[in-house]
């Protein structure tokens, strides 16, 4: 089946740096969703992408697709402490929705 | 109801005994999907539904595990005997279905710890 790489696995930054994680596969995705989970909590959706070359904005964040739809990245431009979590990309099918495997964000003062 | 709905909350059980989790998704929703997350790890994928059948169940690790959904609706996962590897949070989620693919939405979870 799809499998979907992210990197880093764990990320630590300071207040107000910047921040990206990337989801990559060896096949061609039909589309990508970001989700982001708080410590303790559960996965929330962020955000669908299904055109290749998309680019989409939420506030602070910036999901990209790759041209060849094989990639993705999300960009956060000045971390706070609220943005701490794991931040996942799926890929959906027919039958399944598989999750990559998670970037932790850690984000100290 | 306003969310996906997991009970219970919280599970301890002994090795051997066996556990029932129930998932009631969010009413309409075609498409339920269970997962596994292990302290500081990923989702691992266990069964999907589409309506009341199971077209995948490729991901349940073991004859231990099964799962059922009635009426569109409620679903559990059941384990028999289990063992202290099942200790993780098992979560469900639900969304509108495949024909056009929207998000996901997840319910709390219920952390299963095997003693």
């Known amino acids: 089946g799809q499998q979907v790489m992210q990197i880093p696995q764990y990320q630590h930054v300071q207040e107000g740096e910047d921040f990206t994680t990337y989801c990559n596969s060896s096949?061609?995705?039909?589309?990508i969703q970001w989700y982001k989970q708080r410590p303790g909590g559960h996965p929330v959706f962020l955000i669908q992408?299904?055109?290749?070359?998309e680019v989409k904005k939420q506030k602070r964040l910036t999901f990209q697709f790759g041209e060849a739809k094989k990639n993705s990245s999300l960009h956060i431009t000045a971390t706070q402490t609220t943005d701490v979590g794991t931040y996942f990309c799926a890929t959906g099918t027919a039958s399944k929705l598989t999750f990559g495997t998670g970037t932790r964000l850690q984000v100290t003062l | 109801g306003a969310g996906v709905s997991q009970s219970p909350s919280n599970k301890v059980t002994e090795k051997g005994k066996d556990v029932e989790l129930r998932c009631d998704p969010i009413?309409?929703?075609?498409?339920l999907y269970w997962y596994r997350q292990r302290l500081g790890q990923g989702l691992e994928f266990l069964i999907y539904?589409?309506?009341?059948?199971?077209?995948?169940k490729s991901g349940l690790p073991s004859d231990r595990f099964s799962a059922e959904r009635t009426g569109e609706s409620v679903s559990t996962l059941t384990i028999q005997r289990t063992q202290q590897e099942d200790s993780a949070v098992y979560l469900c989620a639900s969304s509108l279905g495949v024909s056009s693919f929207t998000e996901a939405f997840f319910g709390q979870g219920t952390r299963l710890t095997v003693v």
């Open positions: 096949t061609t995705l039909s589309n």
């Open positions: 539904f589409q309506g009341n059948s199971a077209p995948d």
């Open positions: 009413s309409g929703h075609t498409a």
């Open positions: 992408l299904v055109k290749s070359g």
